[in-house]
């Protein structure tokens, strides 16, 4: 069974109420969203509470999904881009990680001044974002941060493929000249 087909015949069981078939979804789709959500969020714990909230929203709207054409999972993209959304607007600053959650990154062979170098550049990369264009950054974050191939992020944007290339061309050079500035 192609790949579309198996996708679409486990949204169809899982909108008709069978359990096993929405866990798949979660297994097959969780890894992906929460590095899409962690790449927005510092705070590990709160990326991992949003991205569960995300999945109980795709629980309570699985019923009304209806395939537009494009991969279920550029629906669930929507619903995590919408939730962090609501999140930033009431949240009046950003959390910051604290440094001695750096181990959880990397264990770069024990080395703390590593871990501390990595977890600085990390809050660094994460600044820098935040100064660029928000569909830029989007474009940016799905396809460096979450490693999703063009046509997955075209679709999951609701853009063409050019139009998602262009984003991170600029994007790219907004990041770097950002990059200068934190």
């Known amino acids: 069974m192609e790949a579309r087909e198996h996708e679409a015949n486990l949204v169809k069981r899982a909108q008709e109420g069978e359990v096993n078939a929405v866990g798949e979804l979660y297994d097959r789709y969780q890894t992906v969203i929460f590095r899409y959500v962690r790449a927005r969020i510092y ?36 619903i995590a881009h919408n939730h962090l959304v609501n999140h930033i607007r009431k949240e009046t600053a950003q959390t910051m990680e604290p440094l001695t959650a750096a181990a959880t990154l990397s264990h770069a062979e024990g080395n703390p001044a590593a871990l501390v170098e990595q977890k600085i550049e990390f809050e660094r990369l994460h600044r820098a974002l935040d100064c660029i264009d928000d ?46 500035s934190v």
């Open 43 to 78: 705070d590990h714990q709160i990326a991992q509470d949003l991205t569960g909230e995300i999945f109980l929203r795709m629980v309570e709207n699985i019923p009304s999904y209806r395939a537009m054409g494009v991969p279920f999972v550029a629906w669930l993209y929507r």
């Open 135 to 180: 569909q830029q950054r989007e474009v940016m974050i799905l396809r460096f941060l979450v490693e999703m191939p063009l046509k997955d992020v075209a679709e999951a944007l609701g853009k063409t493929v050019g139009a998602v290339k262009t984003l991170q061309h600029r994007g790219t050079l907004a990041l770097q000249v950002a990059l200068k």
